[in-house]
């Protein structure tokens, strides 16, 4: 297990269609947060979950967004009703435990969404 | 409304020299503090970390420094290596108190470029 996997890298899509990313944590994390990343930005919190369960939405997340953990391994983003505005790097982490643990999150390479 | 900002977009240091970069916070809440690294195409990757109760920790060639009241933390890299050219983030949390946020809130990032 080398890192966060998330797929996939790189996704064009026009506007109103659904989308769905997948991110895979390292297999003994319990924690997997998702962020968002637009460009001169920094990383946005969207949502986390401790095993399967959602724990936390930032309002950021708006009903058009959904995200799941069904059995606390891997994790899926969907965007239903693509918007220009949700054109950014979606990017995933996971933890073992707090950030206040000491270790940071693993972050994974992200997915980088275009809608034209 | 940033509540975690890094007010240099970008900062030029040659090979061997101090780096200093710096970052500050409105939110008195934030108790725990990070520092990401990121390259092109990748995720941010965690540095180095400082717990509100302390006032500096030190990595190797990184240390952080933490003014609480001043609400400012600098992240110095001596000496600087090519290899050190990235956007670096600063990102803060709180103890999550029963409910409370897990996410972190990053700064917009510092370009840290070096110079050979």
């Known amino acids: 297990d080398t890192g966060v996997s998330q797929n996939p890298r790189h996704k064009i899509t026009k506007r109103g269609q659904n989308v769905t990313f997948r991110c895979d944590p390292i297999s003994e994390h319990n924690r997997l947060y998702w962020y968002r990343q637009t460009l001169g930005q920094g990383p946005e919190f969207l949502t986390y979950f401790q095993n399967e369960a959602q724990l936390e939405k930032s309002r950021l997340l708006s009903d058009r967004f959904s995200a799941e953990r069904p059995k606390g391994s891997f994790s899926t983003l969907e965007i239903q009703r693509t918007e220009q505005g949700d054109s950014a790097m979606y990017l995933c982490?996971?933890?073992?435990?707090?950030?206040?643990?000491?270790?940071?999150?693993?972050f994974g390479s992200g997915t980088r969404l275009t809608v034209v | 409304d940033q509540q975690v900002k890094q007010n240099s977009p970008s900062l030029s240091v040659q090979e061997g020299r101090i780096s200093i970069l710096n970052c500050d916070y409105t939110?008195?809440?934030?108790?725990?503090f990070l520092w990401y690294k990121k390259y092109p195409a990748e995720g941010p990757t965690f540095l180095i970390s400082?717990?509100?109760?302390?006032d500096k920790n030190e990595d190797g060639r990184f240390t952080v420094f933490l003014n609480k009241s001043a609400k400012h933390l600098s992240l110095h890299i001596v000496p600087s290596q090519p290899g050190d050219s990235a956007v670096y983030f600063c990102a803060a949390s709180f103890s999550n108190s029963g409910g409370g946020a897990d996410g972190l809130t990053f700064g917009k990032g510092t370009h840290l470029i070096i110079q050979p």
């Open positions: 400082i717990s509100s109760i302390k």
């Open positions: 939110n008195s809440m934030f108790d725990y």
């Open positions: 982490a996971s933890s073992l435990g707090l950030a206040q643990a000491g270790l940071g999150y693993t």
